[in-house]
């Protein structure tokens, strides 16, 4: 047990909040939100070059064969930084879905592009429904000769405006799980993109397909096998997405501290005051119990073990505890931040924007609540007593 | 980054819980149960107990060697603490871990070698002697005084300390005491031992809501030797806030959180008379799983102060926080349970249809201390703002 960073760890967070904090000033940061692409191509080259677009990739596909946790560093440090990057719909949905599941031709065709920074790809999950059940997948893929063809409409797709392909999961028979992944070219004929008008920075779509033609090769996986594909992508996605909110409160924090500290009124920094104090210490102290949650579910999921309770644990503190904390700092600084060339606004819509995605609160307790009742042991973790509780 | 134990500490930890398994049978508990304690257990039982927990080596594991101890990292005290308080065993409290701790570090070499080898052994309990009836968060303001007769170079300590944990059981008292009232408020104070079978302590009772007693000990006229004091004259201020933080260390464990939420899990998932599971109630599904995220946060801040502890990091204003963060939890547990009891909630332990032999109304009470002792959670959160984030005082 040592739940510190080690030498390496500490150097790849320090390096990725240096990066975060040069990357882009914050008037880039607005420009880019009206930006279809969503991110700055340069900023994501450079990214790459850091080894950081394949930092999860396994060495012969171009990647640095470091893990999840250390993802969840970078990821934490961009969130900290503000920094909008195609990272989660590139390498944490279409990148481990292609390594984990993709054919070897898919995987060394798509991740030393992706680890170079030279594709973008993304998946397509959600529907108007919003649910993240295998039940709300209506998209269907008809076989047709060979191959199949794809009609549906998929919402909350990231960056699907630069994506080369797009990974979408529907329907390929009558059982309730027949689903299937097929990777399909953005520009395919019959396939439409829609940007979605969102707070939080993500560039998030609207992606329809019409009777798409999709070639027997475009699977990726095994047909019929996508939905535990799904739900282990929708597991990284808690994960890291919790880690980025960890980096949200942090920025949040670091600007509220600053701000007690130097602001005066009556005569002293309101930061003296002990409601203020008391403020602070309540997000810090959130801040510290959402970092090491999610910490421990990067560090398992990277280490290839069952995570299901330790990432949801982790998004549904950090789903409802940093939105929180971004409305206690706004309530520290007053009017001064209600502007938009005040920074804090960029972590006050992008809390929510993260707290909805892969699994809002309520999904991840739900989630929970399912273990608990199905598989107490798994609910209560490894640490667990396995004796009946003492009673007097 | 390792949250897995490794298998020496996993060995550990199998090895303390089937000690405490062994030791605390519910014939045990039958016996020497005490709701009249602080420490929910006999004074008797409470001080046989510690000299087995010291026999069997679980006391001073971290210390070093050349005292006794075991040079075991702080990995293995945590896990200690931790099922020590699952089980709620006796014993766990200031005369094995913050006092000893303290002395450790603050002590002359000759309080070292004539009292470590006792703690270790368990046959000593302690008093700690901060809190007056005047001086309670603003410890600085505290009046009980030592004089030194320059005849002998002892000192004669005289005043009154209150809200004074288990004095009636403690062989010692570790007292702040103002040796010079001319000095400005956190100089001119010194620590003492004190010997409570001297001439001139006194104790008395005072009863709680929580159904226990505590205690105040008036000192007059107590001669103690100047070999008994830690650290430097007037300088005990310092002596005082290190011992504070190895107290909130050692308080800030897991365990009982950990307790709460099985029991919690166990009563709500048992079927009831009518057949249904309190567990089949979506709100209490709901309930319990957001209790059980707290609950690991709260784990996770335990083992991370041991890491830090571990790797020679001091946290400080951290170990504020894991306390603040552990007693939240547990008083937020305390309320979940007996709202979940619902009519049953009020019942008090004896009474024939009391859930959970009536404990949860017991803790409901009695825990109410945690939002106040050892540095109340207000003052907990001024403290982790100023020395934590920087904030001004």
């Not at chain 1, 993802?71 to 989660?88: R, T, Y």
């Not at chain 2, 075991?72 to 896990?79: E, G, H, K, L, T």
Request: with cysteine; aromatic share 10%.
């Amino acid at each position: 047990m040592d739940i510190t960073l080690d030498e390496d760890q500490a150097m790849i967070l320090r390096s990725a909040q240096e990066f975060a904090r040069e990357a882009l000033t914050p008037a880039r940061i607005r420009a880019l939100e009206a930006d279809d692409n969503g991110f700055d191509a340069r900023t994501w080259r450079r990214m790459a070059d850091l080894g950081w677009a394949g930092v999860v990739f396994p060495e012969r596909y171009g990647g640095t064969g470091l893990g999840m946790f250390e993802l969840g560093l970078i990821v934490e440090a961009l969130g900290q930084g503000a920094v909008p990057s195609p990272l989660f719909s590139t390498v944490v949905e279409a990148g481990l879905l292609l390594l984990e599941a993709g054919s070897e031709a898919q995987r060394a065709h798509w991740l030393p592009r992706i680890a170079a920074g030279g594709a973008i790809l993304t998946t397509a999950l959600l529907e108007p429904g919003g649910a993240l059940g295998s039940a709300q997948v209506r998209a269907c893929a008809q076989r047709a000769g060979a191959g199949f063809r794809l009609s549906g409409t998929k919402l909350f797709v990231r960056d699907a405006g630069a994506a080369a392909a797009i990974i979408c999961l529907a329907r390929s028979g009558a059982a309730a799980d027949d689903l299937t992944w097929f990777m399909i070219p953005a520009d395919a004929p019959g396939l439409a993109r829609r940007r979605l008008q969102a707070a939080g920075g993500e560039s998030l779509w609207e992606v329809t397909f019409a009777d798409v033609a999709v070639p027997a090769d475009a699977v990726v996986g095994a047909v019929g096998a996508g939905w535990p594909l799904a739900e282990r992508l929708l597991l990284r996605g808690a994960a890291l997405k919790a880690a980025e909110l960890v980096g949200i409160g942090q920025a949040s924090l670091d600007l509220t501290l600053e701000y007690a500290r130097t602001r005066v009124q009556f005569g002293v920094p309101i930061g003296s005051f002990q409601g203020v104090q008391h403020h602070c210490t309540e997000m810090y102290r959130d801040l510290t119990v959402c970092r090491l949650l999610a910490w421990q579910a990067c560090a398992r999921l990277g280490a290839g073990r069952d995570g299901l309770r330790e990432a949801a644990m982790a998004k549904a503190k950090a789903s409802e505890a940093i939105p929180a904390l971004t409305r206690t700092a706004h309530q520290i600084h007053g009017a001064v931040a209600y502007y938009r060339d005040y920074p804090l606004e960029l972590y006050y819509h992008r809390a929510i924007a993260a707290a909805a995605a892969y699994g809002d609160a309520g999904h991840q307790r739900r989630a929970l609540a399912g273990l608990m009742r199905g598989d107490l042991a798994r609910f209560q973790g490894e640490h667990r007593h396995d004796l009946p509780v003492h009673q007097g | 980054m390792d949250f897995d134990l490794t298998p020496d500490e996993a060995a550990f930890r199998a090895e303390v819980r089937a000690f405490l398994t062994r030791e605390l049978t519910p014939e045990v508990w039958r016996e020497h149960r005490d709701l009249g304690e602080q420490g929910m257990w006999t004074p008797a039982f409470t001080k046989a107990f510690r000299r087995k927990l010291g026999a069997a080596g679980y006391i001073g594991m971290g210390w070093p060697r050349e005292y006794g101890g075991g040079g075991r990292s702080r990995v293995y005290q945590a896990i200690f603490w931790d099922e020590m308080e699952y089980f709620r065993a006796p014993g766990l409290d200031r005369s094995i871990t913050y006092v000893p701790n303290a002395l450790l570090a603050l002590g002359t070499e000759q309080q070292k070698q004539s009292l470590l080898p006792r703690v270790m052994r368990g046959e000593l309990s302690w008093f700690v002697g901060y809190s007056e009836p005047e001086a309670g968060s603003d410890l600085a303001g505290l009046k009980a005084a030592a004089v030194e007769d320059p005849a002998t170079g002892d000192f004669i300590i005289t005043g009154q300390k209150s809200f004074s944990s288990d004095a009636h059981m403690a062989d010692y008292g570790w007292v702040a005491v103002r040796t010079d009232p001319a000095m400005s408020r956190h100089r001119g104070i010194s620590l003492f031992i004190v010997d409570m079978t001297l001439p001139g302590v006194q104790i008395t009772k005072y009863p709680t809501l929580a159904g226990w007693t505590h205690h105040a000990v008036y000192f007059d006229q107590v001669r103690v030797p100047r070999s008994m004091m830690v650290g430097e004259l007037n300088e005990g201020w310092r002596v005082v806030m290190g011992a504070i933080d190895f107290e909130r260390a050692a308080l800030a464990s897991y365990g009982l959180v950990g307790f709460q939420l099985d029991r919690l899990l166990a009563w709500c998932g048992a079927e009831r008379a009518d057949g249904t599971r309190k567990l089949d109630d979506p709100l209490v599904q709901d309930e319990l799983v957001r209790l059980a995220i707290e609950g690991e946060g709260t784990r996770l801040m335990t083992y991370w102060l041991a890491s830090l502890h571990a790797r020679g990091l001091m946290p400080q204003h951290e170990t504020s926080l894991a306390l603040l963060v552990k007693r939240e939890t547990a008083r937020r547990f305390d309320v979940a349970g007996l709202e979940m009891l619902g009519p049953f909630g009020p019942l008090r332990a004896g009474s024939p249809w009391a859930e959970l032999e009536g404990d949860v109304e017991v803790e409901y009470r009695d825990r109410l201390y945690f939002q106040f002792a050892a540095g109340g959670f207000d003052i907990t959160r001024n403290v982790v703002a100023q020395r934590g984030l920087g904030l001004p005082r």
